[in-house]
């Protein structure tokens, strides 16, 4: 059993030029006295790994490139397998500042004015107390839209449903460990839909964050873009009719 209460999991794949200025500010007695870092490398083709192994961290190293939700349910299983309470997952490209892992954790251990604690803590570049953040038109477009879509079929507004930055609890990290629960590629919108009507509470907080200054993100190119936009719609309505129907519980 861990003694640490919290799991920062770091999903990675050709990132070489961003893990050591992410992992200087990452790994701090201010974070590592209350948090582990574990870095799931998803058969990254250049030095990804070997930079991640020279810090005070975990790797996990995949041999085939199996996606980003799969990257984060692997790390999903293993803060089960150890016991940790919380789990803050932060994208590896450096755009997240590791200022917002204290308060994502400060966040997932307060209760709101009925008691309650929430289950997934999401850092949004769009509410109240986020810094300006420029996004593309194509970009603010599918933000638009799947925020719709999530108030369509849950009534709950979610203003940043593609952020990375996210705190879960034990009983939401433990529920995406289990096969068929995560979406393995683009697990967005989507599965913030699917936790909402199983009755996970989710909520929003400010967060800070950058422009990604190098490396190439998984969303870049107009073909990947179009791809996403056209995928993501599809998954959601399948999550939906799954729910439901009773199909998924």
């Known amino acids: 059993m861990n003694m640490k209460k919290v799991l920062i999991i770091v999903p990675a794949f050709n990132e070489e030029a961003n893990m050591a200025a992410l992992f200087k500010n990452l790994c701090t007695p201010g974070i590592q006295s209350f948090a582990d870092i574990l870095?799931?490398?998803?058969?990254?083709?250049?030095?990804?790994?070997?930079?991640?192994?020279t810090f005070d961290v975990t790797v996990v190293t995949h041999v085939f490139n199996l996606g980003y939700g799969s990257a984060l349910q692997v790390g999903y299983k293993y803060a089960v397998r150890w016991g940790y309470d919380y789990v803050i997952q932060i994208d590896a490209d450096g755009q997240h500042n590791t200022s917002n892992i204290a308060h994502i954790y400060q966040?997932?251990?307060?209760?709101?004015?009925?008691?309650?604690l929430p289950d997934i803590?999401?850092?949004?570049?769009?509410?109240?107390?986020?810094?300006?953040?420029?996004?593309?038109?194509?970009?603010?477009?599918?933000?638009?839209?799947?925020?719709?879509?999530?108030?369509?079929?849950?009534?709950k507004t979610i203003t940043d449903p593609t952020s990375g930055l996210q705190g879960l609890s034990r009983r939401a990290f433990t529920y995406y460990s289990n096969f068929g629960n995560f979406d393995y590629y683009y697990p967005d919108a989507n599965m913030i839909i699917q936790m909402l009507l199983l009755g996970f509470r989710v909520v929003e907080t400010a967060s800070v964050m950058h422009e990604r200054i190098a490396g190439v993100s998984m969303h870049s190119g107009l073909i990947r873009q179009m791809t996403y936009m056209l995928i993501m719609p599809l998954s959601i309505w399948s999550v939906v009719i799954r729910i439901k129907s009773g199909l998924q519980k």
């Not at 966040?107 to 309650?116: F, W």
């Not at 769009?126 to 079929?153: A, R």
């Open 107 to 116: 966040c997932l251990t307060t209760p709101d004015a009925e008691g309650n």
């Open 121 to 155: 803590v999401i850092g949004s570049r769009f509410v109240e107390g986020s810094q300006s953040f420029k996004v593309s038109g194509l970009k603010k477009f599918s933000l638009g839209l799947y925020s719709w879509m999530i108030k369509k079929t849950t009534g």
């Open 39 to 53: 870095v799931v490398n998803d058969a990254s083709m250049d030095q990804t790994g070997y930079i991640a192994k």
